[in-house]
């Protein structure tokens, strides 16, 4: 993670051409072509079945791709598996909060910082890895973890297993992290501490981010995508997403109010 | 208050010292056929580990171990009387054919998870039993081969070999006891983790940038060698190699005791073996059904103590050592 010279300023960290994905006659992604700068916090919003989690999906190398080719810092990432991805510097925390229950907090951080140096020795002590333990050390401490550390990730409450999620992630050293609605059922008070600790990670590591919650999207994301029903509606600061005409009749403002005079009339 | 790590380990050394004084310890307080017994008990244990490292550790519950518990039967009978190898070499045999097997079936096998996992290793075994049974000139089909034992170790004149039965149960113990050691070292290593990382979650495993089927497969040739060489050794202890012991009741057994005993921990396998083996011996002498007693503990503990004894004897201590509040 070197700091990027002017030249590797100017390239996408993340590029993305004409990908598409139908599920039979659906098409969740559709034709989306997008780059992402790097050292900039982006977020991707739109309502729900926009094709978000999709995106991510096809970026990770989940689902696979039925057009268009994906770039992680220049180097095509379309067709490959998704541990070949991982490896490569990408990680990502899934929307269903999914960490290893059985596992102890420091285990769950263990194994995927290790998981891209090699996990083939069966018989040396997983303690005896130094930088590893280290690593998982730095984690726990960032993330304000250390007291979790022997716990059983399975007890945890939901809070405090988003927030190992995202240790998970960055634990593996990530040139780039997909977090999928990190916030989504938080209290305000872990809200809050994740939004911090979200922010921190933004000044080593490039991220992207699935958000409902707007009034988080519009206060930590440096650029935001507005996606609607498979395809890019816009793009842009969030100044200029927040002024778009397009973006707040179709998602911003009106359809919530719709909704709501329509419920009674379907009675 | 005695901590709970100190209960367990002087639990340990109590087991092990037993274990140890087993061939001289019996026969001075009874019966000395319990030798034979609890030499059995330590091989089936052997192999109910490898039902457990496979469903307990990495989540994958094989209906099909008793094929490689019969190749390792077969490695060591035909080694000894069609291809007249001495013991180690035949034992040597007795552990490469299961792992050979292991490599084959896992390819496809790991491919798979949940019941489709569990019937593709129930259709190997099926299929290799029925090949045993038909191809009886090489297997003896159900009579199975019998064989003259070859000595182990040959000093000049003195000689060791399973016909001694301390020599016997003691390399039995010893091959038993290191097995279970290798695996405590691997479960406490990068692969074990990555084992129990897949257990736990399949998806976040290779998210993470684990190799999901290749760590699979690894674990699933892990696997036949431990069941294998349980297989291996039973053929020497029986003097024997049958194509019944590959049928998929033997595999079940072993998924059962495994459960029982408690999944997921190293010992549970052993507990759970001994505690069947053991009610077997004890009522099926006085009376025919003794697998209604087996049926019933089986039911009684998935029930009420879904963690096997193990997991209730740990709940037990955490409960007993707990701080009053």
């Keep these: 993670m ?42 991707i919003i739109g309502p729900n079945g926009a094709g978000k989690t999709t995106l991510f999906n096809l970026i990770s190398g989940f689902l696979p791709s039925d057009e268009g080719r994906v770039f992680f810092a220049g180097q095509e990432i379309s067709r490959l598996r998704p541990h070949r991805i991982s490896r490569l510097g990408i990680s990502r925390t899934l ?68 927030l190992l999620e ?9 040139r780039l992290l997909l977090l999928d609605e990190p916030i989504c059922g938080m209290s305000p008070a872990e809200t809050e501490r994740t939004v911090v600790k979200i922010r921190e990670l933004a000044q080593t590591i490039d991220i992207v981010i699935i958000e409902h919650d707007m009034e988080v999207v519009f206060e930590i994301a440096d650029d935001i995508t507005v996606m609607a029903q498979g395809a890019i509606l816009a793009s842009g600061s969030p100044k200029e997403i927040a002024a778009n005409e397009e973006v707040r009749e179709a998602y911003l403002g009106r359809p919530e109010d719709e909704d709501y005079t329509e419920e009674p009339a379907r009675a | 208050m005695i901590a709970r790590t100190t209960i367990e380990r002087g639990l340990l ?45 990495v989540g994958l519950l094989s209906f099909g171990q008793a094929l490689f518990f019969g190749f ?51 259709v190997f075994s099926l299929i290799f039993y029925f090949l045993a049974l038909t191809m009886k000139p090489l297997t003896g089909g159900d009579d199975g081969i019998s064989f003259t034992l070859p000595s182990t170790f040959r000093f000049g004149a003195s000689e060791w070999g399973f016909a001694q039965e301390a020599f016997q149960y003691l390399f039995i113990l010893f091959t038993v006891a290191a097995c279970l050691y290798a695996m405590r070292r691997l479960l406490g290593s990068p692969l074990g983790k990555a084992f ?130």
């Design chain 1, 2 to 43: 070197s700091p990027s010279s002017a030249g590797r300023a100017a390239e996408p960290i993340l590029r993305i051409e004409g990908l598409t994905k139908r599920f039979g006659g659906l098409t969740a992604v559709d034709r989306v072509t997008l780059a992402f700068a790097p050292r900039r916090l982006h977020a």
């Design chain 1, 95 to 162: 929307q269903v909060k999914s960490v290893f229950q059985q596992l102890t907090v420091s285990e769950n951080l263990w194994i995927t910082a290790q998981a891209k140096r090699g996990v083939m020795n069966p018989f040396r002590s997983t303690s005896s890895y130094r930088d590893t333990c280290e690593k998982v050390e730095r984690v726990l401490e960032q993330l304000e973890l250390t007291r979790l550390a022997d716990r059983q990730a399975g007890t945890l409450s939901y809070g405090d297993v988003a």
């Design chain 1, 166 to 174: 995202i240790g998970m992630a960055i634990a593996a050293d990530p």
């Design chain 2, 13 to 57: 050394w109590g087991t092990g010292a037993f274990l140890l004084s087993v061939p001289w310890l019996i026969p001075a307080l009874a019966d000395r056929f319990w030798v034979n017994v609890i030499a059995e008990i330590l091989i089936w244990s052997l192999f109910a580990s490898s039902v457990n490292l496979l469903f307990g550790y």
């Design chain 2, 72 to 122: 390792g039967m077969y490695g060591v009978a035909i080694g000894v009387e069609k291809l007249g190898l001495g013991f180690w070499p035949a034992l040597g045999l007795g552990v490469a054919a299961p792992v050979a097997m292991a490599f084959v079936a896992g390819v496809f096998a790991v491919r798979l998870t949940w019941h489709y996992f569990a019937i593709i290793t129930v």
């Design chain 2, 196 to 325: 129990m990382a897949i257990r736990d979650n399949d998806v976040r495993a290779s998210l993470i940038g684990l190799n999901v089927y290749w760590l699979r497969l690894i674990a699933f040739v892990i696997a036949g060698f431990l069941a294998g060489l349980s297989g291996a050794l039973f053929a020497f202890f029986g003097r024997y190699a049958s194509a019944t012991y590959m049928f998929y009741h033997v595999s079940g057994e072993a998924v059962v005791w495994t459960i029982v005993g408690g999944a997921g921990t190293l010992l549970g396998p052993l507990v759970g073996t001994s505690l069947f083996i053991v009610i077997r011996e004890v009522v099926s002498t006085h009376w025919q059904h003794h697998s209604l007693i087996v049926g019933a503990v089986a039911i009684l503990i998935v029930i009420y103590a879904p963690r096997g004894v193990v997991g209730l004897w740990r709940d037990l201590l955490d409960r007993w050592s707990a701080p009053k509040s």
